[in-house]
């Protein structure tokens, strides 16, 4: 674990340093500028060149130009200056996002309709989804993917500060005619939790082409079960065992079909009406799903149960202030 956060108030202290033995240091000469890094176990000290900006000091030093952010967050910095000085870590510098004053959250949207002009409550409007995906774009917020969550939940790999995940719930096609389209514009990942029984095509249903599609670009396909049926409870007339044999069917049937047309690995479940059980739970587990998600509107810290995933949903009549609300990524709490 990085033991020096602590570092970050002298810098200058660290770069005098640089004189001493002990460690590696390195020079060479890139566009015509004198390039030198000092490595210790934990970080690196760089000083960055008239060309660098966050993103290819990342390409750099850590083989990634999309972990510029991590470079920003550990030196505190919103823009970068001509041949500043900065600390570069090696390895996470918070895990499952604890600091001295509180913890990271997660927040995760969920979306159900759109329209291109109407709205209500489960239906946003075009306009109203554009707008919301520029406010997460131009606040600085970072829309993950699944897989970087669940990395986060299991201490595997650090996010921003201000993460945030977007998933969408049933299988309507205005989310492919409306929503699909400005994703891709703001090159957002997404989940679509869908319930197989709504994917014939028909309406205002989508299809299995336009699923594989997505599936191509970004979009995450998960489990909604077949029917959408409450899990939580059994059907009048459904004994015990019969219930128990319906959950079973609609989590198993319904992952299968959709890793049959997308070749995706379906290990996460949403739940119809985000009700849900012990029993249903239980036999999630037992068919290899990772998590399953309710719509308690909370964030998401790193001890959130796995079974029990927070997500709010985003309804039609939502403003720009109801929507800021939303995106709480930090619980102030001592540690």
Request: proline letters at 5%; glycine letters at 6%.
């Amino acid at each position: 674990m990085i033991r020096m956060r602590w570092l970050k108030w002298d810098i200058l202290i660290l770069l005098i340093l640089t004189c001493l033995p002990g460690c590696a240091l390195k020079r060479g000469v890139e566009d015509g500028f004198l390039v030198t890094s000092k490595q210790y176990p934990d970080f690196l000290v760089v000083r960055a060149k008239y060309s660098d900006d966050f993103s290819t000091l990342a390409k750099r030093y850590l083989n990634d130009p999309s972990k510029g952010w991590v470079i920003a967050e550990f030196n505190d910095l919103e823009r970068l200056q001509p041949n500043q000085d900065l600390l570069i870590p090696i390895e996470p510098f918070r895990p499952g996002g604890l600091s001295r004053s509180g913890y990271q959250t997660v927040p995760i949207l969920t979306y159900h309709n759109f329209s291109k002009t109407t709205s209500n409550k489960m239906t946003v409007r075009q306009n109203d989804f554009e707008q919301q995906m520029r406010y997460l774009k131009e606040n600085g917020y970072h829309v993950i993917s699944m897989k970087e969550f669940f990395d986060f939940l299991e201490f595997k790999q650090q996010i921003p500060e201000k993460s945030v995940l977007i998933t969408i719930d049933d299988g309507w096609m205005h989310f492919y005619t409306i929503a699909y389209p400005i994703l891709k514009k703001y090159d957002y990942p997404a989940t679509l939790f869908v319930y197989t029984d709504l994917i014939d095509g028909r309406g205002n249903h989508l299809s299995w082409q336009a699923i594989e599609e997505m599936a191509d670009n970004r979009i995450d396909m998960q489990c909604h079960t077949l029917s959408h049926r409450y899990l939580n409870k059994r059907k009048p007339g459904e004994n015990y065992l019969e219930y128990a044999l319906e959950i079973e069917r609609e989590l198993k049937e319904s992952a299968a079909l959709i890793e049959s047309k997308t070749g995706v690995k379906v290990d996460l479940l949403a739940y119809p009406y985000g009700e849900s059980n012990h029993l249903v739970a239980a036999y999630a587990f037992k068919l290899g799903f990772r998590g399953g998600f309710s719509v308690n509107p909370q964030p998401n810290a790193f001890f959130v149960p796995r079974f029990r995933i927070n997500r709010t949903m985003i309804f039609g009549d939502y403003d720009i202030d109801r929507f800021q609300s939303t995106l709480r990524t930090f619980a102030k709490e001592s540690l």
